[in-house]
Structure formats: C-alpha cells, structure tokens
C-alpha cells in the first residue's frame, strides 16, 4: 500500500516557478509509474506529467512540454514537478499518484491506485 502527500503549491505570478513534491510511503513505490493530474475551477481532472517506474520515459501534456518537468527519486520516495514559465492557466489543484495497472494508458486517471489530496498552485496574471 502506499501513500501520498503533496507540498509546495502555493500563489505565484506569471512566468514565476514551482516546484511540487510528493511523499510517498511504502515499499514497493518504486515499482509503480507516477503521474501528476490537475483540477483546475470548473474543469475536469487532466493529465500533466508522468513518469514510468523504471524514470526511463517520461510524458506531458502538450501545454505543459518545455516548462514542466517530472522527476523521481526511489532512494527517497520522492517525486518531483518542476513547473516554470507558470500562466494563469497552471491554476489548480495538483496531485500526484501512482499505479502499475497495464490496461490502461499513462495518461489516464484509472491506471492510478493511490492519489494524494492535492497541492494547491495559483497563477496571477
């Protein structure tokens, strides 16, 4: 079983950066891929980073590619999102998650069995 807890959200202006992470208790973490989703007010949760479990290859959606980077540290149960160049659109709650499940694709909510509560990021204008 593992466990997630999200730090280092907080209000930024534009073009400001971030750096989110994502603790994670229990052993077998490092087995499983990591993601980073987003809420942003009045949207449905979507896909903004992800990593396998072996930090091979790594995925981003396409407004966040070249400005967000994803990383991972297993010694540490640690995951990472590196978020600069942020805009006005980056506001919203981000969490992290982990899963191992093959029937889905990396960028979909139900390949994830474990989720944080979520790091609040506000972007000003």
């Known amino acids: 079983q593992v466990q997630l807890v999200e730090s280092g959200g907080g209000l930024v202006q534009a073009g400001d950066s971030l750096r989110l992470s994502c603790a994670a208790s229990?052993?077998?973490?490092?087995?499983?891929?990591k993601a980073w989703f987003r809420r942003a007010p009045g949207k449905e949760r979507e896909f903004v980073a992800a990593?396998?479990?072996?930090?091979?290859?790594?995925y981003y959606r396409d407004s966040v590619k070249g400005r967000f980077t994803i990383s991972v540290d297993n010694a540490k149960n640690m995951v990472y999102l590196q978020m600069n160049s942020l805009k006005p659109e980056d506001t919203a709650v981000y969490y992290c998650?982990?899963?191992?499940?093959?029937?889905?694709?990396?960028?979909?909510?139900?390949?994830?069995?474990?989720w944080g509560q979520g790091t609040q990021v506000t972007v000003s204008s």
């Open positions: 229990g052993r077998t973490f490092s087995r499983y891929d």
């Open positions: 990593v396998t479990w072996s930090g091979g290859n790594t």
């Open positions: 998650a982990a899963g191992g499940s093959s029937r889905w694709t990396i960028d979909s909510s139900g390949k994830y069995d474990y």
